[in-house]
């Protein structure tokens, strides 16, 4: 048996299977897509598309979130999704701090739940939680009754803003339709929080999402997250609609889970050739950061179907909605 075949075979790591959003719904809070209906994600890329619209005017700022104190904790690492955030809050008139890990009590052992509590007290209505371990946003909304929380990635569950800009991306380069559409998922579907948040969108809307990765990096009944499974990436691309590519961790390797990054590269790695089966118009994501030449071949990740940037762009006007759209509902509970 070679190691690739090793990859593909052998069983998906010990807790790496599906992790449910709680279902009881509070607008105040997005801690993930899974559950919200298809007209519901139509009504938030329209509002997200309008809201690009108006970014892109270079319009003056406005008083949407007029009173509304935003606090951006990212106890995690982050450059996309925090900036983002963060122009998107200012934009709309929010008092926005952000707050990181390092320099804070947390060193001193305070625990996450008494860190938030503070900000609770000090008036924070909503905050944007980035964290390592899954559940943690749900966790800190069943806590802080008077905050609403926004998930921006919570260990292996769901990223689900990160979910809708890639929605919104591919709104735009399938022209709406969704329909018919297959979109082929190819890396570490096990520990990805942007596999689930897209999977659970791209279901909800009707499009064919097909899976593929090293056996070792995907999660056990992955098909009960509503996808298919392909056993190589040329059988994943053929045909497809888009592709996505999901950034490999390096700690993946330390864990054993990959004999090295060389022989991911040789068999998962997105190039030319590969693209070049999918349909003509079909384009090719990636969340951010790429490891070039690893998940993606630099001629692709520069190349004209690259949508990346698209993928950042949108970010800022997906990032406007969900606020608007927690500090609304957070108006109407208070
Ligand atoms: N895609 C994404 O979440 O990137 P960051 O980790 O830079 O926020």
Redesign the pocket.
């Known amino acids: 048996m070679t190691l690739s075949e090793v990859t593909l075979h052998a069983p998906a790591p010990t807790g790496a299977g599906h992790f449910r959003t709680p279902s009881r719904r509070d607008d105040r809070h997005l801690l993930g897509l899974e559950g919200i209906s298809r007209t519901e994600l139509l009504e938030l890329l329209e509002d997200a598309a309008r809201e690009r619209e108006w970014l892109r005017s270079g319009a003056p700022n406005r008083d949407d979130l007029a009173g509304c104190s935003v606090m951006l904790a990212f106890i995690e ?6 900036t983002s955030f963060e122009i998107a809050a200012r934009r709309l008139g929010a008092n926005a701090l952000t707050f990181g890990a390092s320099a804070s009590s947390l060193n001193k052992g305070e625990t996450l739940l008494d860190t938030m509590k503070l900000f609770e007290a000090m008036g924070t209505q909503l905050l944007v939680l980035r964290h390592g371990m899954s559940g943690a946003a749900g966790y800190l909304a069943r806590r802080l009754p008077g905050v609403g929380v926004i998930n921006a ?1 919570d260990g292996m569950h769901e ?1 689900p803003t ?1 979910g809708l800009l890639d929605l919104l991306t591919l709104r735009d380069a399938w022209n709406g339709r969704f329909e018919d559409r297959r979109i082929a998922i190819v890396g570490d579907i096990a520990h990805s929080r ?1 596999a689930r948040s897209a999977i659970a969108g791209l279901s909800a809307l009707g499009t064919d999402v097909t899976v593929c990765g090293p056996g070792t990096l995907m999660p056990a009944e992955v098909e009960q997250l509503g996808c298919a499974v392909a056993v190589s990436v040329d059988e994943a691309l053929e045909g497809a609609d888009a592709v996505m590519a999901l950034r490999l961790q390096k700690e993946r390797m330390e864990k054993g889970l990959l004999p090295s990054t060389a022989e991911y590269a040789r068999v998962w790695c997105i190039d030319a050739a590969r693209v070049a089966r999918m349909r003509p118009e079909a384009v090719v994501l990636h ?3 790429v490891n070039r030449g690893v998940e993606l071949d630099p001629s692709v990740a520069d190349s004209e179907r690259s949508v990346i940037l698209a993928q950042v762009q949108n970010g800022v006007a997906v990032r406007c909605t969900v606020l608007k759209r927690c500090w609304a509902a957070w108006k109407e509970a208070a």
């Open positions: 690492d982050s450059t996309r999704t925090r990635g990223h990160q942007v969340p951010g950061p």
